[in-house]
């Protein structure tokens, strides 16, 4: 298992310790949101260079110094050859699944060559990276840049159906209005049914609505279409949380057999025991 599996298994776990109990933003307070002024404070903090430097400090030091010759060599380059130093960082920071940079990194290379898919790079990024984090300034303003990046994306290609359901899902999250968010993926799935990223984003926030029912449905989509550990997961959630103990077994145990990962199997063998008494 590579290390983005596991930070994906153990981000899963983590996240439904805290998943039901916080509220989406804007749900609940409609009066904050992206549009916080603290929060608009905040992000002057927050450059390429900055979050670069941070994040240097968690990873393996040779790859740091790597990554410090590549951003001196980008500093120093202009056009096609910027724009291949710059693919080269974001393949470092990929590699060691430190996404916060490379989202600052996709931006830089759209300002450099305004291309869609640097946009929506841009704005996978900074989601990846947000939805990682803890509710914290950082998680904030990429939220924030998540967005921009989306419009940005959307403005260059409406029609994209993975633009839009990024853009959702940050408006969901990080803006004043919520419910325009839902909207947009729903239109996502209007149009495209089996959309598993739409989908299984649709599925999160019904769990965290506490909507079981529709969160079910929209799990058992995406294990039909693209079977994974952490839908699995989630469907067996949403089993537990409306009673039906037998079929979240079956989800949790699938859930397992998918993961092949220890920290998950316990944890899942743990809910298990307890849904067998």
């Given at each position: 298992m590579n290390t983005k599996q596991i930070i994906v298994v153990v981000v899963v776990v983590a996240l439904m310790g805290g998943l039901l109990a916080r509220p989406i933003k804007g749900l609940v307070d409609e009066n904050k949101g992206a549009n916080d002024p603290a929060g608009e404070a905040a992000s002057s903090a927050f450059t390429l260079q900055s979050v670069s430097e941070i994040t240097k400090q968690s990873i393996n030091t040779s790859i740091a110094q790597e990554i410090t010759t590549l951003e001196e060599k980008a500093k120093q380059a202009n056009g096609d050859e910027k724009l291949a130093l710059l693919e080269q960082l974001a393949q470092k920071w990929d590699d060691v699944a430190k996404f916060a940079p490379q989202g600052f990194i996709y931006e830089e290379m759209a300002k450099t060559s305004p291309k869609f898919e640097y946009w929506l790079k841009a704005g996978d990024a900074y989601r990846t990276a947000y939805t990682n984090l803890q509710d914290t300034a950082m998680s904030a303003e990429l939220n924030r840049l998540a967005i921009r990046?989306?419009?940005?994306?959307?403005?260059l290609d409406e029609n994209n159906l993975d633009a839009k359901t990024g853009l959702g899902a940050a408006m969901v999250t990080g803006s004043g209005?919520?419910?325009?968010?839902?909207?947009?993926?729903?239109?996502?799935?209007a149009k495209d049914p089996k959309n598993i990223h739409a989908n299984k984003t649709l599925g999160l926030f019904s769990l965290q609505s506490r909507q079981f029912d529709k969160a079910i449905e929209r799990f058992k989509t995406v294990v039909e279409l693209s079977p994974d550990a952490e839908s699995y997961f989630y469907l067996?959630?949403?089993?537990?949380?409306?009673?039906?103990?037998?079929?979240?077994?079956?989800a949790f145990q699938k859930s397992k057999e998918l993961a092949s990962d220890p920290t998950l199997s316990q944890f899942i063998d743990r809910r298990v025991e307890e849904l067998s008494k």
């Open positions: 990046s989306y419009e940005k994306a959307t403005e209005n919520p419910m325009a968010g839902i909207a947009l993926l729903q239109e996502v799935v067996a959630t949403g089993y537990e949380n409306i009673g039906l103990k037998n079929e979240a077994i079956a």
